[in-house]
């Protein structure tokens, strides 16, 4: 089992930057696929960034060059750095993960049913 809460969300005006951190009850770095997924209103929940052990990252292209995904394995913690922030950036972030299989070699999936842990999510909202 794993266990993830996000924090760093909140209120920032377009344009602005926000950090958003995962916290993960053991740690995943060689096991795991990592993602951050969003929900905006009214909106299907969408894949926005993701990392492998290997660090192969990927990114939705809505934010691609403005978000980056990282991880700190020693703390157990995903983060994803969001700048140059739009007000469609708004939605609830969450943190998920998936274990990483030698049948898809490896990679992270690209669909929510695939990742299995989720955390409870953290509002990211952006005014205009």
């Known amino acids: 089992q794993v266990q993830l809460v996000e924090s760093g969300g909140g209120s920032v005006q377009a344009g602005g930057s926000l950090r958003l951190s995962c916290a993960a009850s053991v740690n995943t770095y060689a096991t795991h696929c990592m993602g951050w997924f969003r929900q905006g209103p009214g909106k299907e929940r969408e894949l926005v960034a993701s990392i492998d052990s290997a660090g192969r990252s990927s990114y939705a292209i809505s934010v691609k060059d403005r978000f980056t995904i990282s991880q700190d394995n020693a703390k157990n913690t995903l983060y994803l750095e969001m700048t140059s922030l739009k007000p469609e950036d708004t939605a609830m972030y969450y943190c998920?993960?998936?274990?990483?299989?030698?049948?898809?070699?490896?990679?992270?999936?690209?669909?929510?049913?695939?990742?299995?842990?989720w955390g409870q999510g953290t509002q990211v909202i952006v005014s205009s």
């Open positions: 998920a993960a998936h274990r990483l299989a030698m049948s898809t070699m490896y990679r992270c999936a690209r669909r929510d049913a695939d990742f299995r842990y």
